[in-house]
């Protein structure tokens, strides 16, 4: 499938790598190419710099999100939640019509520091903006309870039988979504039902990083047991 993949952090890293892996086409959208070419830091999180790992990885091209998008058959949303309305919208509207939107991103707030508080919650969530701004995308929200290393490669824990939930409108849209992670080797993807109840799923935020904090590694997952 052809890709485009929002987001140079590690979460688009880590997608874009493992959908190389599976053969797919992708390309990693970004602000301005030329500047993120430029890139020399490490980031706030000890990632590489983006052309070190953009030469890693040749076989992912790098595109502005509206070119990234324009050719792509599906979306995936891994940029900052604050940013990402104005980002798919620099992607375009037209760009997203009729495609799967897999939206990754956390509405988080850290203007006042550690830990970041939710910029929507309890009766709206950043994937119900997301769908009612490109009403005609398909929206599904998934992955974002996860470490972006689980995210794409579930088997790396000893039990790797954890879950993943998908939320969205559109039926066949979170079929596609179910089958790229089982791609991955998610083995328990639950479909919570439609966009609002990303709700649910962004506000176990809070919880995810209290438990980063106690545990001091973000290479956990949740388990629904039943
Ligand atoms: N890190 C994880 O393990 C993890 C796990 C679950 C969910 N998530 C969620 O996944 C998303 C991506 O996380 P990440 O850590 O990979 O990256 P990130 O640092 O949250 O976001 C990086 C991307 O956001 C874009 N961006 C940032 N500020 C912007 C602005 N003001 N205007 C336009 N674009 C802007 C950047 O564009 P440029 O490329 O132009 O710089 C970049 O592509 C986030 O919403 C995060 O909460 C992360």
């Given at each position: 499938m052809r890709i485009a993949v929002l987001g140079t952090g590690m979460v688009g890293r880590a997608f874009a790598a493992r959908l190389v892996g599976l053969g797919h086409e992708v390309t990693i959208g970004t602000r301005d190419v030329a500047a993120t070419m430029a890139r020399a830091e490490t980031d706030a999180?000890?990632?590489?710099p983006f052309p070190q790992w953009a030469a890693e990885h040749p076989a992912v091209t790098l595109a502005t999100f509206a070119d990234a998008a324009a050719p792509a058959e599906l979306v995936v949303n891994a940029t900052a939640g604050s940013a990402t309305i104005a980002v798919l919208e620099a992607a375009g509207a037209a760009n997203l019509a009729g495609k799967v939107v897999l939206d990754i991103a956390n509405p988080l707030d850290y203007s006042a520091g550690m830990p970041p508080t939710l910029l929507v919650k309890d009766t709206d969530s950043l994937g119900e903006q997301i769908q009612r701004t490109f009403h005609d995308a398909r929206v599904v929200k998934a992955?974002?309870?996860?470490n972006a290393y689980l995210m794409v490669?579930?088997?790396?824990?000893?039990?790797?039988d954890f879950s993943a939930f998908v939320s969205g409108n559109d039926p066949d849209a979170k079929k596609t979504v179910t089958a790229l992670l089982e791609s991955f080797g998610h083995t328990d993807v639950i479909d919570?039902?439609?966009?609002?109840?990303a709700r649910g799923t962004e506000m176990i935020l809070p919880i995810w990083i209290r438990l980063w904090g106690a545990l001091g590694t973000p290479m956990f997952n949740f388990k629904i047991v039943r």
């Open positions: 999180m000890g990632n590489s992955l974002n309870t996860m490669e579930p088997r790396q824990l000893a039990d790797a919570l039902g439609d966009i609002s109840t």
